[in-house]
């Protein structure tokens, strides 16, 4: 599928073979999100608009350019045209270090709400139940660790739908290097679950997020959970592998639905998906809001060689709602973040690459990164470094993404 933004006509010099285009930016758009956002800066001296920079740097980034150098650079290539749909009105674009300043200084949680309501708006009470998946799933930024080996990189915890492709929201996570991973996703995962609205949607996670805090704050704000359950929850884990694996020959469940499915590729063939569902838990565990228990079996072969992978899970929704083909579903869907989101981020636009470091820059940055992705989902772009490289010589098309 193929953007529909519009165009209209204006002249504006590109490569030889760009049409004439006319852009004009809707109150709707990116741009006017980026004008709801406190600018940090005093007024005195202040020649560019915090909106007019942020837009610069998510065209920039649409346009295969992707350090703040490099966005520096590309605003000074533009036509002074295209610059004034980005808010520069006399054609002039800010100093690298201009840029560094201004993301440093920008409190990325007001970044976060704008981008959030631009992206997420709030689901409505004809919403399906169940109806859509947000993985959830924190990320490290790895450049840092040459400027600061004793805090650690920089790390963020964000909800991404798995279908869309688009994220939903991202938290950052303040560590001082002494302070493990897990527990500082944990630390944020509520702020970061206040911030969405949860109706039609389940939230899934690895184990890390198997608590009955967060099942119960997700279920309190009328959404579901679907986690996998580990040693992390002792208890749990027991209770639902002896129900699907009984260490002696027991009746069959009273309950039991299963569903399959086979894939071939990337290396593996025979790729089987065996997932099992079942209430016989309900009643008998204590676990907050919790409807299914499921038992997932994973087969396939590799290098001529067999694998074998089990996995247990819990889910808030309950059989009429999603049955085990859906459960299944929503499982597989989770890793939509480490293959849609974390690894474009990585691979395409050079994130764990990146030198920025200076007060809030990593985080504005990733959050910029964010948007960027988002917009080509939306739009039905699927190949993101295809159309970066695209962009890169028809900018106006990477602007129209941002002022449509």
């Keep these: 599928m193929q953007s529909t933004v519009p165009y209209t006509v204006r002249a504006i010099p590109l490569c030889a073979t760009s049409p004439p285009v006319r852009l004009a930016v809707q109150p709707g758009s990116l741009v006017a999100a980026f004008g709801t956002i406190p600018d940090p800066r005093s007024r005195q001296g202040r020649r560019f608009s915090l909106q007019a920079i942020l837009a610069l740097a998510v065209a920039a980034i649409l346009s295969n350019h992707l350090s703040v150098l490099a966005i520096a650079e590309w605003g000074g290539r533009q036509s002074p045209d295209l610059l004034r749909e980005l808010g520069f009105r006399d054609g002039v674009t800010p100093h690298q270090s201009t840029i560094h300043r201004v993301l440093a200084k920008l409190d990325p949680g007001s970044l976060s709400v704008a981008l959030e309501r631009h992206f997420a708006p709030s689901t409505t009470t004809e919403c399906k139940r169940g109806g859509q998946?947000?993985?959830?799933?924190?990320?490290?930024?790895?450049?840092?660790?040459?400027?600061?080996?004793?805090?650690?990189?920089?790390?963020?915890?964000?909800?991404?739908?798995?279908?869309?492709?688009?994220?939903?929201?991202?938290?950052?996570?303040?560590?001082?290097?002494?302070?493990?991973?897990?527990?500082?996703?944990?630390?944020?995962?509520?702020?970061?679950?206040?911030?969405?609205?949860?109706?039609?949607?389940?939230?899934?996670?690895?184990?890390?997020?198997?608590?009955?805090?967060?099942?119960?704050?997700?279920?309190?704000?009328?959404?579901?959970?679907?986690?996998?359950?580990?040693?992390?929850?002792?208890?749990?884990?027991?209770?639902?592998?002896?129900?699907?694996?009984?260490?002696i020959t027991c009746p069959p469940l009273d309950d039991q639905r299963e569903t399959q499915t086979v894939d071939n590729g990337h290396g593996r063939h025979h790729d089987t998906r065996r997932l099992i569902a079942s209430t016989d838990l309900v009643g008998y565990s204590n676990w907050p809001c919790l409807a299914q228990v499921f038992r997932y079996e994973r087969t396939w072969e590799e290098h001529g060689k067999s694998k074998q992978g089990v996995q247990y899970g819990i889910t808030s929704l309950p059989p009429d709602i999603a049955d085990?083909?859906?459960?299944?579903?929503?499982?597989?869907?989770?890793?939509?973040?480490?293959?849609?989101?974390?690894?474009?981020?990585?691979?395409?636009?050079?994130?764990?690459?990146?030198?920025?470091?200076?007060?809030?820059?990593p985080s504005v940055l990733s959050m910029l990164r964010d948007a960027s992705i988002s917009l080509l989902r939306r739009a039905g772009l699927r190949t993101i470094a295809q159309h970066l490289r695209l962009h890169s010589c028809h900018p106006e098309q990477a602007v129209a993404l941002l002022i449509a």
């Design 133 to 247: 998946g947000v993985a959830v799933d924190g990320k490290a930024q790895r450049g840092r660790l040459a400027f600061d080996p004793q805090d650690g990189p920089v790390h963020a915890l964000s909800a991404f739908l798995q279908e869309q492709g688009i994220v939903l929201a991202q938290e950052p996570i303040e560590t001082n290097g002494q302070i493990e991973k897990a527990e500082a996703e944990l630390t944020v995962a509520p702020q970061l679950i206040k911030r969405i609205g949860w109706q039609g949607r389940v939230m899934t996670g690895d184990a890390l997020f198997c608590q009955r805090n967060v099942c119960q704050q997700v279920t309190d704000a009328r959404g579901d959970y679907l986690f996998i359950v580990k040693e992390n929850q002792p208890t749990l884990l027991d209770d639902i592998r002896t129900l699907f694996d009984p260490p």
């Design 324 to 361: 085990a083909g859906r459960l299944l579903a929503l499982k597989r869907g989770h890793w939509q973040i480490e293959n849609g989101l974390h690894y474009v981020k990585d691979v395409t636009l050079g994130e764990d690459r990146s030198l920025v470091h200076l007060g809030n820059g």
